[in-house]
């Protein structure tokens, strides 16, 4: 490990406000999902009758699942500009600006009016809204895993940047839990009610993110001049290869969730295999286990290294498609909250966990935030439309496609991994042993 790359990591025991940040974000990333994964709930089991009615539940599904991916598809815009922005003026405005706009597009969600009650402007009310919750969300991962990255002493960097990505199984804990309450309340209620109530988030979020300190990593870089005029051109130009192994990835986390989560959701639904609320039941106990599974597999990752951990869970992944849906389809409640929790808390878990302190690791401090958030995002739009993708498999293949569509994710995955460089290998864990001890050793002399 270079001197150089050392420097880029930040200090070697951290910064005293390391934990505070990594709470910062974490609570962002939070808020952030509780967002954007309300949505999906809402699409699988509500929007394909409030927005898009017909005589055919599977098409009234597909059109809604199609407006979801259409968030997707814009968060790469998002990732590019929150990444531009975080490389230019800093990780901590882009976390404020991406939590406001997220905000007020959620809670205008809550009021928007039906197909029956404007016709054809509901939908296109609601596709115009969840490209703005795109945007935002595109701009967030960046800006909150590196604030907590390069806070993190370099021996923690997965277990600080793990209470990040930890915060997605919360903000889907939250969210299911919410919806698993309103779902007894009358009409439209049983929807609006939990994007009405995430401006409550927005506010506590907004408050504890204003008291989070700028990156000690940005601060170097713009005090030794060099910023760059526009990072997104020098890193597709420098990295663009990083940056598609970035996006496989990402493909095997994200868009498996697509599948696993999302689509799940609607396929137990439609098909009549769980009611809505033993549905929601079993997304919950999965988000409550996930809290501290991403944790300890991004601690993981500190222990062993970054690649070793991805390699196995995207193998897991690529074999458990078929398992995932022979499963699903007992209709028995505690095989479908096994089927959820392995799903979840594996393939998504995981990998999402190992992604907190590996992406940053491949580029360089000047390009960090522009380079990591387009390979987080770019493969969002992947994800965002899988689910409408899963729904014409199973027209077409009935269940062993989504089944085949989850492995085939998971044996993208794999592959990304294997020709993807490891950041922490064991030589770069005793070179920082070794300069760590060295650096104590000088203090008392200096």
């Known amino acids: 490990m270079s001197s150089e790359a050392l420097r880029q990591r930040g200090a070697p025991d951290g910064t005293p406000e390391a934990k505070r940040v990594a709470v910062g974000s974490s609570i962002g990333a939070v808020i952030e999902t509780y967002d954007f994964i309300g949505f999906g709930t809402a699409a699988a089991l509500y929007f394909?009758?409030?927005?898009?009615?017909?005589?055919?539940?599977?098409?009234?599904?597909?059109?809604?699942?199609?407006?979801?991916?259409?968030?997707?598809?814009?968060?790469?815009?998002?990732?590019?500009?929150?990444?531009?922005?975080?490389?230019?003026?800093?990780?901590?405005?882009?976390?404020?600006?991406s939590l406001i706009i997220m905000g007020l597009a959620t809670f205008a969600i809550g009021l928007l009016p039906t197909y029956q009650?404007?016709?054809?402007?509901?939908?296109?009310?609601?596709?115009?809204?969840?490209?703005?919750?795109?945007?935002?969300?595109?701009?967030?991962?960046?800006?909150?895993?590196l604030m907590s990255y390069e806070h993190a002493p370099w021996k923690k960097k997965g277990q600080y940047t793990g209470m990040v990505q930890a915060g997605f199984p919360i903000g889907l804990l939250l969210a299911n839990l919410v919806f698993l309450f309103s779902?007894?309340?009358?009409?439209?209620?049983?929807?609006?009610?939990?994007?009405?109530?995430s401006i409550i988030l927005v506010a506590v979020g907004l408050i504890i993110r204003s008291k989070v300190p700028e990156s000690p990593v940005f601060e170097e870089t713009k005090s030794s001049n060099a910023l760059l005029t526009s990072p997104i051109r020098v890193v597709i130009r420098d990295d663009w290869r990083t940056i598609l192994r970035g996006i496989g990835l990402r493909v095997a986390e994200t868009a498996a969730y697509?599948?696993?989560?999302?689509?799940?959701?609607?396929?137990?639904?439609?098909?009549?295999?769980?009611?809505?609320?033993?549905t929601l039941t079993a997304l919950c106990i999965a988000a409550g286990i996930g809290i501290l599974a991403t944790f300890l597999w991004a601690s993981l990752t500190d222990r062993i290294g970054r690649k070793p951990v991805y390699i196995g869970v995207c193998a897991f992944t690529a074999l458990f498609g078929i398992p995932?849906?022979?499963?699903?389809?007992?209709?028995?409640?505690?095989?479908?909250?096994?089927?959820?929790?392995?799903?979840?808390?594996?393939?998504?878990?995981?990998?999402?966990?190992?992604?907190?302190?590996?992406?940053?690791?491949?580029f360089?401090?000047?390009?960090?935030?522009?380079?990591?958030?387009?390979?987080?995002?770019?493969?969002?739009?992947?994800?965002?439309?899988?689910?409408?993708?899963?729904?014409?498999?199973?027209?077409?293949?009935?269940?062993?496609?989504?089944?085949l569509l989850f492995s085939l994710y998971g044996l993208i995955g794999l592959i990304a991994a294997a020709v993807t460089r490891e950041t922490w290998t064991r030589k770069d864990r005793e070179a920082t042993d070794r300069y760590i001890a060295e650096l104590e050793h000088e203090a008392p002399a200096g």
């Not at 779902?183 to 939990?194: E, F, I, K, N």
């Open 48 to 97: 394909g009758t409030a927005f898009f009615p017909g005589e055919d539940p599977v098409i009234g599904a597909l059109a809604s699942f199609a407006t979801l991916g259409v968030g997707f598809l814009a968060r790469p815009l998002g990732g590019i500009v929150g990444g531009h922005l975080g490389d230019k003026v800093g990780r901590k405005p882009v976390l404020v600006m």
């Open 183 to 197: 779902v007894h309340l009358p009409g439209s209620w049983a929807w609006r009610l939990p994007f009405l109530a």
């Open 117 to 145: 009650t404007v016709g054809l402007l509901a939908p296109v009310l609601l596709v115009v809204v969840r490209i703005v919750q795109g945007l935002a969300f595109g701009a967030e991962w960046g800006g909150a895993i």
């Open 324 to 362: 995932m849906f022979l499963m699903a389809n007992t209709g028995l409640f505690p095989v479908i909250v096994i089927t959820v929790v392995l799903a979840y808390n594996i393939s998504q878990n995981a990998l999402a966990g190992v992604q907190g302190p590996w992406f940053p690791e491949l």
């Open 258 to 278: 697509a599948v696993s989560v999302t689509y799940m959701i609607s396929y137990l639904h439609t098909e009549g295999l769980a009611t809505n609320q033993e």
């Open 364 to 403: 360089n401090a000047e390009t960090r935030s522009s380079g990591a958030s387009l390979a987080y995002q770019i493969s969002a739009m992947v994800s965002g439309f899988t689910p409408f993708l899963t729904t014409l498999l199973y027209i077409w293949l009935n269940w062993v496609g989504p089944a």
